[in-house]
């Protein structure tokens, strides 16, 4: 059977599937329907030697990006000369800065082994640029990477290694039934473009807001556009710094507090979009079939973006107001003019956004969470544990689950209604289960 991947997601002819023996019925973020007990054999079979290649595939790509990471920063931190000192100084083991900064950018940690997080590289245009794209290839851009990776590595599988070929040729067609961060093509194009706007708007709002302000003006152009490249990066994930932001543009800080909050709906929603269980758990029954018509989608998306917003602003004013009531006294004290109501709404956007940025306060090398009363610091840590789960879904992701007949692979007809036979088989199971 000739080998050949479906180029869109939706289509009105028949999707072919090389790697199964029969032509399933497919609906929406790969549903199966109307499947016998040996059909879904063939299928469990497949799906478990595709999860055994992605086992393989992303085992590869964790250890390799770090590795990368090591051999590129290490020699460069030894070889030179001014920064090689900088590190020196600060009583640190080269050897160890270069692993522990491919270690906390690839990862999105924020911390780093310089008290003044990466200000005192704002000039090594080399490791701005490569800390950068080990930022993005660790947290935004891991899903384009990852469906990237699988597709060189189908099209360049030998038709000899026909098992390994199918297993490639499954994960790239039904992506999301095998990993929670592996889309479809057009999700994943999608959140492409998210991605490289926001990231643009960042650099573009960068360079022209802070044209004036002294410690920018104080860069080359060329540094200029790399330092705003770097922070626009991590501004939604690291949460490293490469300028004070203390001393930016009130306009930009306003927009990287915008980016912060945003940080997690691009891949929160591309994941939940692509779920179909989660569709019914929001009460979306539009028309599933693989010929719905492209305008659907904008209303998957838009009833995900309105319960994410549902689920998220509560938390973040009712933390900001907590902490104004507890700081009341600092806030209103015209003298302490580094604090004040937006800078604590930065912490706190930046606590549930889990991004680690602060706008700082003067003569401290620690965030402005720093000089919280205990109070406030465990309302900021409240943040961080609440905004660290607001990714996770709404309902049993299809990524977690075997197509048996105890799964909800059937429950759902391509039109959205409940199938009552698929409910009354499930229940006949469990019963002969008991």
């Given at each position: 059977?000739?080998?050949?991947?479906?180029?869109?997601?939706?289509?009105?002819?028949?999707?072919?599937?090389?790697?199964?023996?029969?032509?399933?019925?497919?609906?929406?973020?790969?549903?199966?329907?109307?499947?016998?007990?040996?059909?879904?054999?063939?299928?469990?079979?497949?799906?478990?030697?595709?999860?055994?290649?992605?086992?393989?595939?992303?085992?590869?790509?964790?250890?390799?990006?770090?590795?990368?990471?090591?051999?590129?920063?290490?020699?460069?931190?030894?070889?030179?000369?001014?920064?090689?000192?900088?590190?020196?100084?600060?009583?640190?083991?080269?050897?160890?800065?270069?692993?522990?900064?491919?270690?906390?950018?690839?990862?999105?940690?924020?911390?780093?082994?310089?008290?003044?997080?990466?200000?005192?590289?704002?000039?090594?245009?080399?490791?701005?640029?490569?800390c950068g794209l080990?930022?993005?290839?660790?947290?935004?851009?891991?899903?384009?990477?990852?469906?990237?990776?699988?597709?060189?590595?189908?099209?360049?599988?030998?038709?000899?290694?026909?098992?390994?070929?199918?297993?490639?040729?499954?994960?790239?067609?039904?992506?999301?039934?095998?990993f929670t961060l592996?889309?479809?093509?057009?999700?994943?194009?999608?959140?492409?473009?998210?991605?490289?706007?926001?990231?643009?708007?960042?650099?573009?709002?960068?360079?022209?807001?802070?044209?004036?302000?002294?410690?920018?003006?104080?860069?080359?152009?060329?540094?200029?556009?790399?330092?705003?490249?770097?922070?626009?990066?991590?501004?939604?994930?690291?949460?490293?710094?490469?300028?004070?932001?203390?001393?930016?543009?009130p306009g930009i800080?306003?927009?990287?507090?915008?980016?912060?909050?945003?940080?997690?709906?691009?891949?929160?929603?591309?994941?939940?979009?692509?779920?179909?269980?989660?569709?019914?758990?929001?009460?979306?029954?539009?028309?599933?079939?693989?010929?719905?018509?492209?305008?659907?989608?904008?209303?998957?998306?838009?009833?995900?973006?309105?319960?994410?917003?549902?689920?998220?602003?509560?938390?973040?004013?009712?933390?900001?107001?907590?902490?104004?009531?507890?700081?009341?006294?600092?806030?209103?004290?015209?003298?302490?003019?580094?604090?004040?109501?937006?800078?604590?709404?930065?912490?706190?956007?930046?606590?549930?956004?889990?991004?680690?940025?602060?706008?700082?306060?003067?003569?401290?090398?620690?965030?402005?969470?720093?000089?919280?009363?205990?109070?406030?610091?465990?309302?900021?840590?409240?943040?961080?544990?609440?905004?660290?789960?607001?990714?996770?879904?709404?309902?049993?992701?299809?990524?977690?689950?075997?197509?048996?007949?105890?799964?909800?692979?059937?429950?759902?007809?391509?039109?959205?209604?409940?199938?009552?036979?698929?409910?009354?088989?499930?229940?006949?199971?469990?019963?002969?289960?008991?």
């Amino acid at each position: 059977m000739a080998r050949s991947r479906r180029g869109r997601s939706r289509s009105a002819s028949p999707i072919k599937t090389p790697y199964l023996s029969y032509t399933p019925s497919i609906g929406r973020n790969s549903q199966f329907y109307d499947l016998n007990d040996d059909q879904r054999n063939e299928l469990g079979g497949i799906e478990y030697r595709s999860l055994k290649t992605l086992s393989w595939i992303l085992i590869g790509y964790y250890v390799i990006i770090h590795f990368l990471g090591i051999i590129v920063l290490v020699p460069w931190i030894l070889r030179s000369q001014e920064y090689g000192d900088l590190v020196k100084d600060l009583a640190l083991n080269k050897v160890w800065w270069g692993i522990y900064t491919a270690m906390t950018c690839f990862n999105d940690v924020g911390f780093t082994l310089t008290p003044d997080s990466f200000i005192s590289f704002q000039k090594a245009a080399f490791i701005l640029v490569f800390c950068g794209l080990l930022i993005v290839v660790g947290n935004t851009g891991f899903p384009l990477f990852l469906r990237f990776i699988i597709w060189i590595l189908f099209v360049l599988c030998p038709e000899k290694y026909v098992d390994t070929k199918d297993e490639l040729n499954f994960l790239l067609d039904h992506p999301r039934r095998c990993f929670t961060l592996l889309f479809p093509s057009r999700p994943t194009w999608w959140l492409f473009g998210i991605l490289v706007g926001l990231n643009l708007a960042d650099v573009i709002l960068f360079l022209v807001l802070d044209y004036q302000t002294p410690v920018v003006k104080s860069l080359p152009v060329g540094l200029r556009i790399v330092n705003a490249f770097f922070q626009a990066v991590s501004t939604r994930t690291s949460g490293t710094a490469s300028i004070p932001l203390g001393e930016l543009h009130p306009g930009i800080q306003c927009s990287y507090l915008v980016m912060m909050y945003i940080s997690v709906l691009p891949l929160a929603i591309s994941i939940r979009r692509t779920n179909v269980y989660e569709e019914h758990s929001l009460g979306i029954y539009v028309d599933n079939t693989p010929e719905a018509s492209d305008g659907d989608e904008g209303k998957y998306i838009m009833a995900h973006v309105r319960r994410q917003l549902e689920f998220d602003l509560w938390y973040v004013f009712l933390g900001l107001f907590l902490i104004c009531v507890a700081e009341g006294g600092r806030i209103a004290d015209a003298n302490d003019y580094a604090f004040t109501a937006f800078s604590v709404f930065f912490e706190v956007v930046s606590a549930y956004g889990t991004v680690g940025l602060s706008l700082g306060y003067p003569g401290l090398n620690c965030s402005l969470s720093g000089t919280f009363t205990p109070f406030s610091k465990l309302v900021i840590i409240a943040m961080e544990i609440r905004g660290r789960h607001r990714g996770l879904p709404y309902d049993v992701d299809r990524a977690v689950l075997l197509p048996s007949v105890n799964t909800p692979d059937s429950t759902f007809a391509p039109d959205g209604t409940r199938l009552q036979q698929a409910t009354s088989s499930r229940q006949n199971v469990h019963i002969a289960e008991d």
